[in-house]
């Protein structure tokens, strides 16, 4: 194939407010008119695990050049590679896995249908749901898959039960209702991959969108067997619905992740900027809102048989800014760091932050977008700890993840963002002399909440010790933030649909 590259680019354990059942976290919030974002030292968020795509039809063998760009902790660093496992238990991808897993990057599986003879269908596509008398077969054949895998030394760290239980596609399509889903993987699928001696985390229930992966988490996660056996809890991130903090698989030591979404801009998404800056916002909001573990865009390569199958990470054999716009995020955040909270992640118009901490816990990473088609100056607070210099990598319209140079660090950075661009600052961090709490992260700072204030959301607006007048205050901010979401919401109904292509 030919290959050119582009080149020359809380749980706010505070008050949230709900819309529509979905919390929407008061970090989202404005900032003051200083444009001036602290970072939050003692208010942690999730561990990152990584950030993917999905080899799925399109990737059977990824050259050497390309595996390289793609996953080498050197260059893009991809960490995480989804595997499509076929009706009959095989999968053409074996040797992009093992490129992914000697780069470093950790394999992972999903089944989109069993065989259509097993099902009521009769067909693999068009949806249909497994017959019962076949649920032992098909756990079978996925726990066969797995062992399968191990055997040839590519090892399968998550088990997807089903891609998209909730929906019905004129391809490759099965459909689950939660409690169905439940008893599979408790009565069958368990204890199939004991029978194989294999032990990857469970993964589901790969909802198609964030407006129906509580429905099947609650009953999943209710399961004895299916809820012990599921270590992660996972959505994709298509339709209108937006990313929203599910609390529940946190709440009982389950990551959640975000496994499959593409920009879905009208005939079919650039490989420039104008799509990088949709991607670099998804997984922004993804991070900060939902709070994922994980994230994932669909295709490694993009569909060439249909024109809406464009979008991959690498399109008409170039390596797009969607590409390096993840980057920003895959080479620096890598797996085993901690989000930690700003003082407000959107700190002015068009520009959006998020921070990291390594998992050695002494180097900070902020990535900051800059929608805007000027350049933008932003000020960040460290108060509580003391940065060195910081090294900034960006894409834009220009630059595809390049160094450029470094800028002085301290208790405090002003830093200088180019148009249309994602910036990666990366410096050493260490705790200051006087290490003292930044008063303007008092509004993500954890707070411990008596049970009897706790709704069934598990947020509560009457933290112990505010005072009725704070406590309206923080009502009022929630307002503001369910208003702005609406607004956000309604703008963007037109844009978010869902991709036709995923077949």
């Not at 470093?104 to 009769?122: C, L, R, Y």
Request: net charge negative; with cysteine.
């Amino acid at each position: 194939m030919r290959t050119t590259f582009l080149v020359s680019g809380l749980a706010l354990a505070g008050c949230t407010a709900v819309v529509d059942d979905s919390p929407l976290d008061v970090e989202r919030g404005a900032a003051d008119s200083t444009a001036t974002t602290s970072v939050c030292w003692e208010a942690s968020a999730q561990t990152i695990s990584g950030f993917g795509a999905s080899s799925a039809w399109t990737a059977p063998d990824l050259s050497e050049e390309l595996a390289n760009e793609l996953f080498s902790p050197e260059r893009i660093g991809l960490s995480l590679l989804r595997l499509r496992i076929a009706p009959n238990g095989t999968t053409s991808e074996v040797e992009t896995a093992r490129k992914a897993q000697a780069r470093g990057a950790m394999v992972w599986a999903s089944p989109w249908s069993p065989p259509g003879v097993w099902k009521t269908s009769g067909t693999d596509a068009h949806g249909g749901s497994l017959l019962p008398q076949n649920y032992p077969a098909w756990a079978e054949r996925l726990a066969t898959f797995v062992r399968a895998r191990e055997d040839e030394g590519i090892h399968i760290d998550a088990l997807s039960v089903q891609n998209e239980p909730d929906f019905v596609a004129a391809w490759e399509t099965c459909e689950w209702e939660p409690s169905e889903l439940a008893a599979f993987v408790s009565g069958h699928l368990v204890p199939a991959l004991d029978a194989q001696g294999v032990s990857p985390r469970l993964l589901a229930p790969e909802s198609s969108n964030w407006g129906s992966v509580r429905r099947y988490g609650e009953t999943l996660l209710a399961d004895p067997v299916a809820g012990a056996a599921i270590g992660i809890v996972a959505t994709h991130s298509y339709g209108n619905t937006q990313p929203w903090a599910y609390r529940s698989p946190g709440s009982l030591g389950k990551e959640l992740w975000m496994t499959e979404w593409s920009d879905p801009t009208g005939e079919g998404p650039d490989a420039g900027m104008t799509s990088g800056l949709v991607v670099a916002r998804a997984i922004h909001d993804n991070l900060t809102v939902a709070e994922v573990n994980a994230w994932h865009y669909w295709w490694l390569v993009e569909r060439s048989d249909t024109e809406a199958g464009r979008g991959g990470l690498i399109g008409e054999d170039v390596v797009t800014r969607r590409a390096y716009v993840v980057g920003q995020y895959s080479h620096f955040v890598r797996p085993g760091s901690t989000r930690v909270r700003l003082s407000s992640p959107s700190p002015q118009r068009g520009v959006f932050a998020s921070a990291f901490v390594g998992s050695s816990g002494d180097e900070l990473t902020l990535v900051v977008i800059n929608e805007n088609a000027t350049p933008v100056t932003q000020a960040f607070d460290f108060t509580g700890a003391e940065l060195s210099e910081l090294d900034a990598t960006v894409t834009n319209d220009e630059l595809a993840l390049e160094a450029q140079g470094s800028v002085p660090g301290g208790g405090a950075a002003t830093l200088e963002l180019s148009p249309r661009s994602v910036t990666t600052f990366t410096g050493s961090v260490s705790p200051s002399s006087d290490a003292t709490t930044n008063p303007a992260c008092a509004h993500v700072l954890p707070r411990v909440i008596a049970p009897e204030e706790s709704d069934a959301t598990g947020c509560s607006c009457r933290q112990a010790g505010r005072s009725p007048a704070s406590r309206a205050s923080v009502a009022f901010v929630g307002l503001l933030g369910v208003m702005a979401a609406f607004r956000r919401a309604r703008a963007r109904a037109g844009e978010r649909v869902r991709a036709s292509s995923r077949s």
